[in-house]
Nanobody, 127 residues
Framework: QVQLVESGGGLVQAGGSLRLSCAAS????????MGWFRQAPGKEREFVAT????????YYADAVKGRFTISRDNAKDTVYLQMNGLKPEDTAVYYC????????????????????WGQGTQVTVSS
């Protein structure tokens, strides 16, 4: 069982930056693949970024590639999403998600692949 708590959201002007954090409980954090998703009002939850457990390799949605960076600190049981060059269309509630990665080297981009979710943190980008 993993519990996730996001923080770092807020209001920022277009072109600005934010860093989201997701603190995880549990003693096997390093064996979990992590993901970030977002959901804007009236829209479905969409994939943003994922980090593979075994080698920390990353995969991004086209909409954020080159602007966002996912990373982790296993010593702090925390995963981050550094967001640069923010745009008004990045406005959404951002969620982190986790799943055990043992036995797989896949990148998980579907929300259905993740059994553990945080409560979300609001990111608002003004134009």
């Amino acid at each position: 069982q993993v519990q996730l708590v996001e923080s770092g959201g807020g209001l920022v002007q277009a072109g600005g930056s934010l860093r989201l954090s997701c603190a995880a409980s549990g003693r096997t954090f390093s064996t979990y693949s992590m993901g970030w998703f977002r959901q804007a009002p009236g829209k479905e939850r969409e994939f943003v970024a994922t980090l593979r457990w075994n080698d920390d390799s990353t995969y991004y949605a086209d909409a954020v590639k080159g602007r966002f960076t996912i990373s982790r600190d296993n010593a702090k049981d925390t995963v981050y999403l550094q967001m640069n060059g923010l745009k008004p269309e990045d406005t959404a509630v951002y969620y982190c998600a986790a799943r055990s990665g043992i036995g797989s080297r896949n990148y998980y981009t579907s929300a259905a692949s993740y059994p553990y979710w945080g409560q979300g943190t609001q990111v608002t980008v003004s134009s």
